[in-house]
């Protein structure tokens, strides 16, 4: 190959790579919501989740876009990981609709007929409008077009390929013929970090006649393969969900390939069966795009059985401190059989929890009286709290005595309050930038007296450390005549123009917020009080 050729390779590559940007950027920007909408209403199970998958990936051309959504809303709680899984296995059938687009059409228009036009009319279309759907529906036809400008230009390049490289003579040596291309496939799609890319300089180099169908088809399970490194680098330094998904990804691959590799003589007689089936071209380019689908459907088949095994491993394997602060110490589904030990561990549990709730409180008090910073482990309460509130599911559906019952009734309760401490937690700090505007005033000073006191009464009212105990009616009463007092000086200050009313509201909403929590954490402690003077009488 010479000079000329090499730059045309090279200059068709890049085409092809901008014009798969610029329409999957286009793509994305058009479909606006539907790709959320589709993955949040359409998963609830396997089979739904992996066609909403294919569906988004086909449409929008970019697997990547439909995980990142799918660990985005895992991460919102609105996915289960289990039900992302199949998505992402989903996403990877959804890949195939390149080599389809490239197979039946990017070979066989004429670049001057129909792809330039498409990057004019789709410029148009974009310039008309940059910021609108129109406009983003134009992006995607002109990278279109680009994409099957580059495909011309790899024709160009690789029409005398044969002669050139003789990549035919590589073949025929059985078994090591197939290890040869599956790697080429691998290295070109490590080397292009695109198995769009590499797939189409495969079907390119078939469709010219340079490599035989079954080089080209191990060729293919290479570059699947190769994806899987691109996973692995983005997942150093992600998120656990991230990571997860990256190692979904290089399991189903790497499982596919695998499969596909021991079956490719039976694969590439299965594809010639289903291009008679359906009266296909006969071309090497159609042949390889059956086979690139039949071999992800095939590791979709495999994964079946395997799917729930999977998504447990991965839980267990990538996980977060949080995560592992959620994770119940006391409950156990076997315990449960045994209402009065179940409803015992619930109380152990629910005690761990309540000091979560409670010293999340406390640490963000800490913020208003300047307090040294305070360990914080209330992120984890939403994870923690839906464990409880499953095994007091699993409880409740046996039966247990009436004692057992009242007792299980009163830690319902008591799960509620400390709920809705934590819930409220976070308006507590609204307040930190207005105690800093009021400076050194006598408002300030009455204020942060407020905020010690209440910090002192979160101490005794966290359950999970000593001395723990429910507040006296002096105590209260105390709290509640400082709290009024406050505010009516808060308004007066307002009135009287001495602080700004969006100061005045943030302290009266953040305080009147950390009145209502320690009500809750009050509530909670004493009936955690008078259970425990129970069990020890």
Known sequence: MDSNSIGILVGGLGLFLLGMMLMTDGLKAA??????????????????????????????????????????????????????????????????????????????????????????????????????RRGAAGGALAGLGVLFLGIGFLQQAFSGAGQTFDLAALGGQGLWSIIAFVLAGLLLTVLMQSSSASLAVVLTLAEVGAIPLQEAAAAVIGANIGTTVTALLAAIGATPNARRAAAAHVIFNTLTGLAAFLLLPVLIHTVDLLREAFALDSSPAVSLAIFHTLFNLLGVILMWP?????????????????????????????????????????????????????????ARIGLLTSATPRLDESAALP???RSITEFVTHLSRGSMSATTAQSLAKLLRVQRYYETCGDLAPEITTAHAAMEALGGSALHDEIDLLATAADRLLQQLNPDTEPFAPLSAEQSADFEADYQRIKADLLTAGACGEIDIDTMESLMRSFSTLRRVLDQAAKAARLLDQMRGSRLG
């Open 306 to 362: 395997l799917g729930n095994h999977l998504a447990r491993f991965l839980l267990r394997r990538f996980h977060t401190r949080e995560e592992e602060i959620a994770q119940p110490r006391f409950l156990d589904h076997n315990v449960a059989s045994v209402p009065p030990l179940a409803v015992d561990a619930l109380h152990r549990e629910l005690v761990r929890f309540g000091g979560m709730a409670v010293g999340g409180v406390w």
């Open 31 to 132: 479909a606006g919501p539907v790709l959320g909408n589709v993955l949040a209403s359409s998963t609830q199970t396997r089979m739904r989740g992996l066609l909403s998958g294919i569906i988004v990936t086909a449409l929008v051309q970019s697997s990547s876009a439909v995980t990142v959504a799918a660990i985005g809303f895992i991460n919102a709680g609105l996915l289960t990981f289990s039900q992302s899984l199949w998505v992402i296995f989903g996403s990877n059938v959804g890949t195939t609709m390149t080599g389809w687009l490239v197979a039946l059409i990017g070979f066989k228009i004429k670049v001057e007929l129909a792809a330039l036009p498409m990057i004019g009319i789709g410029m148009a279309l974009r310039l008309s409008g940059p910021e609108t």
């Open 383 to 385: 994870g923690l709290n």
